[in-house]
């Protein structure tokens, strides 16, 4: 978490073209078919993770990028992976935010923030218990049975009720947000880009198994490109067996793996 936000060195326009001169390289490099010199594909992936370190704060997106590339995905997933960032460029992810002198005392730094938002999935359950379980007071208007209707039935269901959750703290959050991925658009549920954070929300079926619940996963994983991404789980029908092992599993290292993986579930207990 030391590194935090990503930010661009140079101008939206000085950055754009520094990396869109590294894929009209490589595209020179892959035009001829008998153009096999893997040498010179790697060195133009090595000079790549070496622009893409001197144009941005830190080595987060030069790090994603090697691991991301190999000698057999050059044009593909390197020229994608480029053209996205491209795209995010121009949609201003890494402009540099300037807060207002006036609103210094609200702001909350990177590691206060990842503190704030793990409470708030954690005790999601608590909410819950306390707004809709808990008896009504007798000389108020909201009434039992009123309450007592409202269920999470699926995923935008538990989305709107995390979303109304994080929203009075960080204002900026915002929910259903569409972002180009260079060879496929993803969705973002829970989208706060002032620390780069994706939270995705999933929620349990009867006729679900635990395995669709891994493969979705596996693939959002893979797709978000937000250095921070929580899977928050609201497993009503208990598919997952293991909660421990799982959230394990489905968790990765900014440090190591370039991109900080967290999965929280919540599961129903019923005496």
């Not at 050059?74 to 994608?80: A, I, R, T």
Request: net charge negative.
């Amino acid at each position: 978490m030391g590194e935090g936000m990503t930010t661009s060195n140079r101008t939206k326009s000085e950055t754009i073209q520094a990396i869109q001169e590294q894929i009209d390289e490589v595209q020179l490099l892959t035009q001829s078919e008998n153009n096999t010199d893997e040498g010179k594909l790697e060195e133009w992936r090595i000079s790549t993770s070496r622009v893409l370190q001197k144009a941005f704060s830190n080595a987060s997106i030069a790090r994603e990028f090697l691991l991301k590339t190999d000698a057999n995905t050059f044009h593909d997933v390197g020229v994608s992976y480029l053209k996205g960032l491209i795209i995010d460029i121009n949609k201003g992810l890494f402009e540099k935010i300037f807060p207002s002198s006036s609103s210094n005392p609200d702001l909350i730094d990177l590691q206060s923030f990842h503190v704030i938002i793990r409470r708030i999935m954690r005790n999601f359950y608590k909410h819950i218990e306390e707004m809709y379980h808990k008896p009504v007071h007798g000389s108020g208007t909201i009434r039992q049975e009123n309450l007592t209707r409202i269920s999470l039935g699926n995923e935008y269901d538990v989305q709107r009720m995390l979303f109304s959750l994080i929203r009075p703290i960080f204002p900026e959050a915002r929910v259903e947000i569409s972002d180009d991925g260079g060879y496929k658009s993803v969705r973002y549920d829970i989208y706060l880009r002032e620390y780069e954070t994706v939270i995705e929300v999933k929620c349990s079926r009867p006729k679900m198994s635990e395995r669709e619940l891994t493969e979705q996963l596996g693939s959002d994983a893979f797709h978000y490109r937000e250095k921070y991404v929580y899977f928050f789980i609201y497993d009503k029908d208990k598919i997952v067996d293991n909660v421990d092992a799982f959230c394990k599993t489905y968790h990765k290292s900014l440090e190591i793996d370039g991109k900080q993986i967290e999965t929280i579930i919540m599961q129903p207990v019923v005496m």
